[in-house]
């Protein structure tokens, strides 16, 4: 049998020596130095200062929150598998740049060919109403990131939604319902002085490919709560590499953010590329990292 009682300093209030133990056999804690003891939802309530109920109900998210999380990681990796049974989703890719076997295994990019999802996660011993709720199949059953090419989306060490883009001729974005998460691979990059931002993940998957790891993305222009504390976590540059669309909504996006970024004290400069293009188009179009690098070191505030 494995150990089922662990000793280490109190939680609950400050010491020196170790005198807070667990018996992870019974479920049970007692701190020789304070008194407190008892079951996880005493410590709940204690190391949060909740009441009973309100233990209870956090217990009840933190689990919710951690299925969820195992169902997308599953289906995921499920779709991984498919990527190379699909020839069309690996011309897909290459059409768009992406070709370095590694960086695709990597980022766990996968494909939803459509059919099995659905058989495949019920016999793992998901309920049909669970993977309704989490939006991966419609109510007829069938997959809802059919024929797209999927990327999950990481955060604080779960998956929290996945991302698909079509090959075809349907509507060309799709995430889940809910929390698309922080910005992508952030654990990555948020000790580096120097952060190249862009929209979407194939101009995150060029960049890494020609060799920018300080590179991270915002899955789209307009930054939520948690993304946009992340950029202010410390004094660094922010170098942002929005589209060059026709209609300037990449680069009009880009010169709020460098105004909000500098009322926080963060530097921003804006990446201008080529007129019509993403960083994505390019380095597809014959682009490389050289150049790159001089747009970078073009960059405006």
């Given at each position: 049998?494995?150990r089922?009682?662990?000793?280490?300093?109190?939680?609950?209030?400050?010491?020196?020596?170790?005198?807070?133990y667990v018996?992870?056999?019974?479920?049970?804690?007692?701190?020789?130095?304070?008194?407190?003891?008892?079951?996880?939802?005493?410590?709940i309530q204690l190391s949060?200062?909740?009441?009973?109920?309100?233990?209870?109900?956090?217990?009840?998210?933190?689990?919710?929150?951690a299925?969820?999380?195992?169902?997308?990681?599953?289906?995921?990796?499920?779709?991984?598998?498919?990527?190379?049974?699909c020839?069309?989703?690996?011309q897909?890719?290459?059409?768009r740049?992406?070709?370095d076997q590694?960086?695709?295994?990597e980022?766990?990019i996968?494909?939803?060919?459509?059919?099995?999802?659905?058989?495949?996660l019920?016999?793992?011993?998901?309920?049909?109403?669970?993977?309704?709720?989490?939006g991966l199949?419609?109510?007829?059953?069938?997959?809802?990131?059919y024929?797209?090419?999927?990327?999950?989306?990481?955060?604080?060490?779960?998956?929290?939604?996945?991302?698909?883009?079509?090959?075809g001729?349907?509507?060309a974005?799709?995430f889940?319902p809910?929390?698309k998460?922080?910005?992508?691979?952030?654990?990555?990059?948020?000790?580096?002085?120097e952060?190249?931002?862009?929209?979407?993940?194939f101009?995150?998957?060029?960049?890494?490919?020609a060799?920018f790891?300080?590179?991270?993305?915002?899955?789209?222009?307009?930054?939520?709560?948690?993304?946009?504390?992340?950029?202010?976590?410390?004094r660094?540059?922010?170098?942002?590499?929005?589209?060059?669309d026709?209609?300037?909504?990449?680069?009009?996006?880009?010169?709020q953010l460098?105004?909000?970024?500098?009322?926080?004290?963060?530097?921003?400069?804006?990446?201008?590329?080529?007129?019509?293009?993403?960083?994505?188009?390019f380095?597809?179009?014959?682009?490389?990292?050289?150049?790159?690098?001089?747009l970078l070191?073009?960059?405006?505030?």
């Open positions: 049998m494995g089922c009682e662990w000793v280490g300093l109190c939680p609950l209030h400050e010491e020196t020596q170790p005198s807070f018996n992870t056999h019974k479920d049970v804690f007692y701190c020789h130095g304070c008194g407190q003891g008892g079951d996880l939802i005493r410590f949060r200062r909740m009441s009973f109920r309100q233990a209870l109900a956090c217990l009840g998210r933190d689990q919710q929150e299925d969820a999380s195992a169902l997308l990681r599953q289906a995921a990796h499920f779709y991984q598998q498919q990527l190379d049974r020839p069309e989703a690996k897909y890719l290459s059409r740049g992406v070709h590694v960086l695709i295994g980022l766990h996968g494909y939803a060919a459509g059919g099995s999802l659905r058989r495949h019920t016999a793992q011993g998901y309920a049909f109403d669970l993977l309704r709720s989490a199949i419609n109510i007829q059953g069938a997959d809802a990131l024929q797209r090419v999927v990327f999950p989306l990481p955060y604080r060490d779960s998956i929290v939604n996945l991302y698909g883009r079509s090959i001729a349907t509507f974005h799709r889940l809910g929390f998460g922080g910005l992508y691979a952030w654990e990555k990059v948020q000790h580096a002085e952060i190249i931002l862009v929209e979407g993940l101009d995150y998957a060029v960049l890494r490919q060799g790891s300080n590179v991270t993305c915002s899955l789209g222009t307009h930054l939520n709560s948690e993304q946009f504390r992340q950029l202010c976590e410390a660094r540059t922010i170098y942002l590499c929005f589209d060059t026709a209609n300037r909504s990449g680069q009009l996006a880009a010169k460098a105004e909000r970024l500098g009322a926080h004290h963060i530097r921003a400069c804006r990446v201008l590329l080529p007129a019509g293009h993403d960083p994505n188009s380095f597809v179009s014959g682009g490389d990292a050289h150049q790159f690098r001089s070191e073009a960059a405006q505030p």
